[in-house]
């Protein structure tokens, strides 16, 4: 079959994968992880192009025009709460031009049955992506499928859920890389123009209550298809990556081992996410020998009361270890925020900012609570009249809709947030620290680009 997978065009730029949709926070734009591994999945039995309209900047009137020219039988789409209105219209139009339509993205993780009830253009949700399910809607074998919404032929939607949660290993053919765009990607902690986005687990075994990566279980994928991947990028030129595992190293000893493959390849440059409690110095070491320059690391917040609470697992000074430790193999740092939870008060904010500042980050990101589909903490927002059932917007970039606090409205989030921004990333002595660190005219360019696109958005 000829099977488009699609990231659908779009008024704003917006990151839709792994669901977890949001706006773009300055400029960055990253592979969409769902569709990357769904290439491989795909390419190994059907004829696949993949249509990426947000790295391509195609309105809706070129995409169409694209998606006629290859004229595929099924399309597999990303959507995303943030842009649903968008996305429905967009598919639905397809649907009607008699393509079969299979989606995936947060908006469809909860009460998927019902929503299949209301979008009759869409044939199924995917909610997992690193298995054969996309392969059994498509072929029509419905009765193989493990987890997803599907529409049997003449009958109801309904949700299959073969197992409670993933876990133990996947295996999924090498992601098609090489269907992607090659331009239009960007990554703000990227050193070389050219990047690829990949994983090497699926899901993560914690369980943070604000967050959807927590309820999708937990996957490792083995290491000599993780290598297959990186050698098949070397033999295409690339070199640098961004793995986007949600606690890289959380599997100590797999951890390692696969650091130890990578730095045998000597000539590797990337990224990871892991933790400021469970990541320690032997990891880090062995991430340095590996090409990692950059580790992001949640700190949430320097409210111990909102960090046990939402169960992170962690302290505030759990959290400045880390980042010292992070600091000493000469590590860049990234801390990623929660701002805006129930408990939130412009005191607990301006503590936040005080930790980001004594932490040293070279980078700072700030996400605003949004009620996640499928999380326990949409479960309280509902509770606690914060939000509404059938309120499908949101976004954790702060452009769409996000939550009032039970001290602070919209607004004052929003402008506590922005001012945030500027106290970190307008001293003079961060401003020379970054000036300083860049290691090429590119990376200096792509920085400069990334923090004026911020700026332009909180001032
Ligand atoms: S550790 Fe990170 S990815 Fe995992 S559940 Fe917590 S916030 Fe989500």
Redesign the pocket.
């Known amino acids: 079959m000829r099977v488009l997978l699609l990231n659908p065009p779009g008024e704003r730029i917006y990151i839709r994968d792994y669901f977890c949709s949001k706006t773009t926070k300055s400029n960055y734009l990253f592979h969409p992880i769902d569709l990357v591994v769904l290439s491989g999945t795909l390419a190994s039995r059907h004829e696949v192009v993949v249509l990426d309209c947000m790295a391509e900047r195609l309105d809706p009137a070129r995409a169409e025009a694209r998606i006629d020219a290859f004229a595929p039988d099924a399309i597999v789409s990303l959507v995303g709460s943030v842009s649903w209105r968008e996305d429905r219209t967009f598919l639905a139009r397809q649907a009607a031009l008699g393509r079969r339509v299979a989606a995936l993205g947060d908006v469809l993780q909860e009460d998927s049955d019902r929503r299949l009830e209301q979008e009759p253009w869409l044939e199924a949700a995917l909610h997992v992506f690193s298995n054969d399910d996309v392969l059994h809607w498509l072929e029509g074998r419905l009765e193989r499928v493990s987890e997803a919404t599907v529409r049997p032929p003449g009958g109801r939607p309904q949700r299959v859920r073969a197992r409670p949660r993933q876990k133990g290993v996947y295996r999924v053919p090498r992601p098609r890389h090489e269907l992607f765009p090659e331009r239009g990607y960007r990554f703000s902690f990227a050193r070389q123009r050219r990047f690829a986005t990949l994983l090497s687990d699926y899901g ?1 075994p ?3 209550s604000f ?1 959807v ?2 309820t999708l279980g937990f996957q490792l994928r083995p290491i000599p298809d993780v290598l297959e991947e990186v050698d098949h990028l070397r033999t295409r030129g690339i070199r640098e990556l961004f793995f986007q595992d ?2 890289f190293g959380v599997a100590h000893a797999r951890g390692l081992e696969l650091c130890r493959a990578l730095a045998e390849r000597g000539d590797l440059s990337f990224t990871c996410f892991t ?1 400021p409690d469970t990541a320690d110095d032997e990891l880090f070491e062995a991430l340095v020998r590996a090409g990692c320059h950059t580790v992001m690391m ?1 700190v949430e917040s320097a409210d111990a009361a909102i960090l046990e609470r939402y169960r ?1 697992v962690y302290t505030p000074g759990a959290v400045r270890q880390g980042f010292a430790r992070a600091r000493r193999h000469g590590l860049r740092t990234v801390g990623t925020f929660v701002l805006g939870l129930p408990e939130e008060t412009a005191d607990s904010l301006r503590a936040t900012l005080d930790l980001a500042l004594e932490l040293e980050l070279d980078f700072m990101s700030l996400n605003l609570a949004v009620p996640r589909f499928g999380t326990p903490f949409r479960r309280q927002a509902l509770e606690l009249g914060l939000a509404r059932r059938d309120d499908l917007i949101m976004d954790q970039g702060g452009a769409e809709a996000f939550l009032p606090t039970r001290t602070l409205a919209r607004d004052q989030v929003l402008e506590l947030k922005r001012e945030m921004i500027r106290r970190f990333y307008l001293r003079p002595s961060y401003l020379a620290r970054r000036l300083g660190s860049t290691r090429s005219l590119w990376e200096l360019g792509a920085q400069a680009r990334e923090g004026l696109a911020l700026l332009r958005r909180n001032v």
Do not use: E, L, V
Request: hydrophobic share 15%.
């Open positions: 993560c914690f369980q943070c967050c990566i927590g949600q606690t933790r949640g992170k």
